[in-house]
C-alpha cells in the first residue's frame, strides 16, 4: 500500500473510532437521545472529515518531500475512511436500544483500535501489546471524559 494511501487510511480510522466515540457516549450520557446521538454521528462523519482531511493536507503540504500527487491521495484516504468509519457508529444506534448501543460502539471501535494498532505496530517492528495498551488506554480517558461531560451538562443545562 503507498504510503499517501496508509497516512489517509490509519488517520481516518482512528479519528473516526475516537471522536465518533466520545460524540456518542457524551451525546447520549447527556441527552439519552437516539436522534440526537444519530444526528451528531452523521454530523461527525461529515464535518468532520472534512476537518481531518484539510489538516492531513495542509500538514502533507507542509513536506516538501510530498508531491502533489501524494498529498491529494492522503487527502482523499483521509476523508473517505473517516466518513465511512463514522457511519459504521450509527448501525448499532439504529438497530438497538441507545444504551445497549454505547456498548456495542465502544465495543466495535475498541476492537477495530486494537487491530488497527497491531498492524502498524508489526508494520514498524515495534511492541504491538505496548502499542494496544497506549491507544486504547488513549480511547478509554477519551470515553470516561465525554461520559461524565454528557452527564455534567445534562446536570446543569438540561430541561
Given amino acids: 500500500m503507498k504510503h499517501s494511501h496508509k497516512i ?17 457516549v457524551g451525546l447520549s ?13 452523521f454530523t461527525i462523519a461529515i464535518a468532520d472529515a472534512f476537518s481531518d482531511s484539510l489538516g492531513i ?8 518531500k510530498n508531491s502533489t500527487k501524494e498529498v491529494w491521495e ?13 457511519l459504521t457508529f450509527a448501525i448499532p444506534v ?16 475498541l476492537l477495530v483500535l486494537s487491530i488497527l494498532t497491531y498492524v502498524v505496530a ?4 515495534e511492541s504491538a ?17 465525554t461520559h461524565n461531560l454528557g452527564h455534567l451538562i445534562n446536570k446543569y443545562f438540561g430541561e
Fill in 8 to 24: 489517509g487510511i490509519c488517520f481516518g480510522i482512528t479519528s473516526g473510532i475516537i471522536t465518533t466515540l466520545g460524540l456518542l
Fill in 129 to 145: 501489546p505496548k502499542a494496544i495498551f497506549e491507544h486504547i488506554f488513549t480511547a478509554i480517558v477519551v470515553i470516561f471524559l
Fill in 29 to 41: 450520557a447527556g441527552t439519552q437521545s437516539k436522534l440526537v446521538v444519530l444526528g451528531g454521528i
Fill in 57 to 64: 493536507h495542509i500538514s502533507e503540504e507542509s513536506d516538501p
Fill in 74 to 86: 492522503s487527502t482523499i484516504s483521509t476523508f473517505i475512511a473517516k466518513f465511512l468509519f463514522a
Fill in 122 to 125: 508489526k508494520d514498524q517492528k
Fill in 94 to 109: 439504529i438497530l438497538l436500544d441507545l444504551g445497549n448501543a454505547v456498548i456495542a460502539s465502544i465495543a466495535w471501535g
